[in-house]
């Protein structure tokens, strides 16, 4: 099955057990509109591009890894547009769920998308039990303290942000996951994956450092110059546009050389290839693969 | 080990490694001080009582498991006194967490708990990876959607409220947590000890509608009538004060008489007398064993 049917129909599994019956009707409408329609979903089809590269063992298992990394990522955007954050008005070009639902809503479904992530990976560990417990670390070391999400957000809290941490807790580290879940779920070693995650996540922030301040909202959905707007370090006033696209090359170039000898490894650079293409820069014509 | 001793520094090495290098200062900080120091610790010495009862043949899960009960709960309190929520401005005798931390530091560190909870049960499993499934998928529906925590929560905005459904989410369902889950970490049959747990939640909501009314905030550490004040259903109202107390007691002998045949019941009903006794109102001398 296609990566995006394999996600979406785990992802609509998920989100009906959770928003069922007996689930207050506004919490389940929330939890819906939360997830749907996503984004590029370009964490979970990264995990099941890894997941394939090593064979796809354990299927039901990746999807479940990739699903959850999904719902991780959809709890950090609802609650990271709370007025207390970025007060976004819009996401994935409608209203952001506070604005629609009001905010003891958006937390609530931030804090029940958290859950659901690993009740879903808990539900899917039957087909191999004993890769749960490192799955769940995994997912949970991604988000949390010191060094996930959570950690990567709160150092817009502090005074003095070391911004290599910065970046790698709050965008790279959920990438790193989706690599090594990949890898874990389809039975492979994982440790040789982690870097292929990391250097794509970095990618990816300066890639939407770029689009922050280059893209038109109309297509990209949300309002330019947030990192401006909220202070944040962004790669463009570092590097200029011209050294950030580069650094954005030179992060895609080195993805590529990191990926582990394995019999899907050709497929996987034109899967990562074709994917990161959405997010180069105009006039960035030449792939990295 | 005494339930406390064990509870507290299960607690410590959870929020030792969450908040250890390299966490941001503020959020190690918050994480702290949402768990530290604590409440009645309820439902992790219940879940402990549970445990011991059958036998506590793996008592790192146990305790694994009793804590992160404790950390879920520590997380929905933060998250209730935000703004949006009950605007609280003191829990536990001090300040609410928002109130010394800001709101993005509270929204982050309920978040950083959840995950914390889910985290510190996968990194206990060795004991016992057959019952870690099992543990997860509990403690995760006694939490989430459809009937956890945050439902419970979430039939706040709504504009009908199914009473027995909001009070079975919102309080019960993590008291049933408890004590299936100290049933479960011990090797044990657990559906048998969901009533137990239902009966205590109910019992302990009755009794904080009791203090909610009665109590003196100096004394409780949380300002008084806050139902009246958030519109929320309250026994006292529904039954009046000797009703809202025979209903408690009613409720306390059914939870004794549900625990099952096992060789420690008398010693657990002697720590559910003993530990409820704080919760009865003043005046209400006869103790429920």
Redesign the interface.
Known sequence: MDFSLRIEKTLQDAIS????????????AA?RYAVFPGGARVRPRLSLAVAQACGDRFPVLADAAAASIELLHC?SLV?DD?P??DDADVRRGKPALHKEF????A??T???L???A??S???S??EA??R??GL??LL??S??????I??G??????DTV?LA?YHR?KTGSLFAAATVAGALAAGAEPSQWRRLGECLGEAFQVADDICDVTADPEKSGKPASQDITHDRPNAVQQLGLEGAARSLQALLHEAMDSIPPCEGAQQLRTVIAVQSQPFMPKGFGQRAA
């Open positions: 057990k959770a928003g069922g019956p007996p689930c207050p009707p506004k919490l389940a939890l709890a609650h709370l207390c954050f009001g905010e003891p809503l937390v609530l931030g804090d029940a958290i859950v659901l690993f009740e990976l808990a539900r560990a039957s039990p004993d749960l417990a769940l670390l949970g070391q988000v949390g303290g010191p060094s996930g959570c950690a957000q709160a150092w817009e809290t502090e070391p941490e807790a």
